[in-house]
């Protein structure tokens, strides 16, 4: 037998639903992942969020049933007017979720002005063979290679350290052949601190320093990040966001 689940407290939405239009109405911003919602086959009630946590999009048809009007609104100042339902737009950004079936909200690396020095270093071995090319045409080859290979060096540690933060905890990864990374959940944070420093900070690239009330020092930092401030303020609304939930 099929489980279906029964929402509490939505009108819109009064008959049992399956797993995958649980996960469009979460997709389309029409539940919260903190709903509640009733098992038919076992009567025991659980979160959205656990119902579809993990799930891969599903397919078209599975939102057919959605896409028809449940009700029609009528206005009480005017008995006569019928208020059409109309499909909902789709939404511009496509909302992105981890494989734990978290929303994410920002997926970054560091920018590349964070390797500044390295980027310098390119282009001079660069401009070198691009002099060297008519006096010396195998020292002009080595300078070229010696820029490429700056330059993938530089592409490869940038790809390396990762920087994503979701509804539930913010982390950060590095490493090529073995993967480390250190997170911290968004209602455990005590302090965000943002460091702008020489040329990055008038290019708007900085440091976001993540600590906690059981730490006294750094847990997670993104390094040389664009936009930093704005970054450390969604963190913020998030907070603010799992608060008034918990109220």
Not at 132 to 144: K, N, Q, R, S, Y
Not at 145 to 168: G, K, M, P
């Amino acid at each position: 037998m099929r489980v279906r689940y029964l929402l509490h407290h939505h009108p819109a939405f009064p008959g049992l639903l399956s797993k995958e239009e649980l996960y469009i109405l979460v997709e389309r911003s029409s539940l919260a992942r903190g709903d509640l919602c009733t098992d038919s086959a076992t009567g025991r009630d659980h979160t959205v969020g656990e119902v579809i946590s993990g799930m891969r999009p599903p397919g078209p048809s599975s939102s057919a049933r959605l896409d028809r009007p449940t009700y029609q609104e009528f206005r009480a100042d005017s008995p006569e007017e019928i208020v059409e339902w109309e499909p909902e737009e789709p939404e511009e950004e496509k909302i992105r979720y981890t494989a734990s079936g978290e929303r994410l909200y920002y997926s970054a690396h560091p920018s590349w002005w964070g390797y500044f020095k390295l980027l310098l270093l390119a282009f001079l071995l660069a401009l070198a063979a691009f002099m060297l090319v008519f006096f010396d045409e195998i020292g002009a080859v080595f300078a070229a290679v010696f820029a490429l290979v700056t330059l993938f060096c530089t592409y490869v540690i940038r790809s390396c350290r990762d920087y994503t933060v979701t509804e539930e905890r913010i982390e950060v990864q590095w490493g090529l052949l073995g993967k480390n990374s250190n997170e911290v959940r968004i209602c455990d944070i005590r302090s965000l601190d943002v460091r702008e420093k020489g040329l990055k900070g008038l290019l708007g690239i900085g440091t976001l320093d993540v600590s906690t009330a059981a730490n006294a020092g750094i847990e997670v930092s993104f390094q040389d990040i664009r936009k930093p401030h704005e970054l450390k303020e969604m963190i913020r609304s998030l907070q603010r966001g799992q608060k008034n939930q918990d109220d």
